[in-house]
């Protein structure tokens, strides 16, 4: 199917015109009820020529009850880029304007029928890369995230009242049980940390890893590369230099989106096909989350992957890779291999041998073996609020183990509460909402 193409298209429009505008371009025959949540059969028309453009269905979604809480309309057209563009010139001909990246969500936002957590969510629902990745999307939508930071917030909100009702009023106060105020505020603070915590896993299903493949020239990347994607990705034939192109393959391994790039051979070479693909290969190797080295079971640690090893950067995570294990005589672990580093894993990409025990072994290599019970986890920006928000009730907890006036608390405490506001949307700045919202394709 050519890009574009597809078997229905949606044109939607939200706002108080929307109806009005419905109204005037579709026709209904018969005796349809033009009522909320209805479905309508009919034409779009374009009333200049009287022309039937296309034969579509028709919802109408009054408000409040729509994802915007506006009037929201649907046109369901054929799809292709002829025919819905041509509803899409009568809708703005109409009175409609195109809607910005994420302005159905945004105004679902600003109306009250999402907060910030779930707008977020659902722009990590469209992009989620694996099953694990979209059930995270799915519990920050139905609102698991905002229930989470609302009760730490709240809780905070509860203690800066008493504080700051203590600062005024205290002569006509009972005594504040201090130790209570402090036991409160670090439960908040280590909540706050083990979220912090966790969204490095978050991360991970969101966005993934990227691996580079590398090993001198035959040494078996293309055919592992084959073997984890389950296609013939990559060509494999038994001419050393092959691969001279950076390939690359999106797969999801134990429930975590990688990107497989397989590296030319390093090698001395005079060709300078070659020469670019191994220049490629190191420029992989760079931008790297981890890094698989490859290495010939039969053959063992030869010179030239020595002078490899050499070469891989230091800071990115490496795992030796012993291949062809079909073919050698070898203890487990690759014990007996002179080398460098021992074998940390091997593996037969032609018989299929070792290919679960290398995912294992990858991820936690790049530390990023999965909690079986995690159920929501913050984005970046999220990330960098609770931190802030943890760092403000650490400094607020100093002032009590200082033994500083109540106003002292307060300080910090109402700044940990802003930034809880700031993830949920209830403390936000116009300039925020669109750093957030510019992320999200159009129809959302």
């Given amino acids: 199917m050519a890009p574009g193409q597809g078997s229905v298209a949606i044109v939607r429009i939200s706002g108080p015109a ?45 408000a409040p009850r729509s994802f915007t809480r506006e009037d929201v309309v649907e046109f369901h057209c054929h799809g292709g880029l002829i025919a819905v563009g041509r509803v899409l010139e009568l809708v703005l001909a109409a009175g409609a304007r195109r809607a910005g ?18 707008a977020e969510a659902i722009g990590d629902l469209i992009t989620a890369r694996s099953r694990r990745a979209a059930q995270l999307a799915m519990a920050g939508l139905d609102g698991g995230l905002q229930r989470r930071l609302a009760a730490l917030r709240h809780r905070l909100l509860d203690q800066l009242a008493e504080l700051e009702a203590r600062v005024d009023f205290e002569e006509d106060l009972p005594p504040l049980d201090a130790a209570a105020v402090v036991a409160d505020l670090a439960a908040v603070q280590a909540e706050l940390e083990r979220l912090v915590a966790e969204a490095g896993q978050g991360r991970l299903l969101r966005e993934g890893l990227k691996v580079a493949i590398v090993g001198r020239p035959n040494v078996g990347k293309s055919s592992l590369l084959n073997a984890l994607s389950r296609s013939e990705r990559a060509i494999v034939t038994d001419q050393p230099g092959t691969t001279r192109d950076l390939v690359e393959s999106e ?22 096909a070659e020469r670019l693909g191994i220049e490629r290969s190191h420029q992989a190797m760079a931008t790297a989350d981890g890094v698989l080295l490859l290495i010939d079971l039969a053959e063992g640690w030869t010179e030239a992957d020595r002078q490899l090893r050499g070469q891989l950067p230091e800071r990115i995570p490496l795992l030796v890779v012993g291949t062809k294990a079909d073919l050698a005589d070898v203890a487990p672990g690759g014990k007996g291999l002179d080398g460098p580093d021992p074998i940390d894993v091997a593996i037969s990409a032609l018989a299929g041998f070792g290919l679960d025990a290398l995912a294992t072994a990858l991820l936690g290599c790049c530390g990023t073996s999965l909690e079986p019970g995690l159920v929501v986890a913050l984005n970046g ?64």
Wanted: proline share 5%.
């Fill in 381 to 444: 920006r999220q990330r960098e609020l609770a931190a802030a928000a943890a760092a403000s009730l650490a400094a607020s907890l100093e002032a009590a183990a200082r033994g500083l006036p109540w106003d002292f608390w307060t300080i910090d405490l109402r700044q940990a509460v802003r930034s809880l506001g700031e993830i949920t949307g209830e403390e936000v700045s116009e300039a925020v909402l669109d750093r957030v919202f510019s992320r999200f394709c159009i129809g959302k």
């Fill in 18 to 62: 929307a109806l009005a505008i419905a109204h005037r371009l579709f026709h209904a025959p018969g005796n349809q009820p033009w009522e909320s949540h209805r479905v309508l059969y009919g034409h779009v028309l374009d009333l200049a020529s009287g022309e039937r453009v296309d034969e579509a269905l028709l919802i109408l979604m009054q």
């Fill in 101 to 118: 990246p994420g302005e159905f969500s945004q105004r679902a936002f600003l109306n009250g029928r999402l907060d910030l957590t779930q």
């Fill in 251 to 272: 797969l999801v391994l134990q429930g975590v989106p990688l990107t497989l790039m397989d590296t030319a051979g390093i090698r001395p070479t005079d060709d300078p």
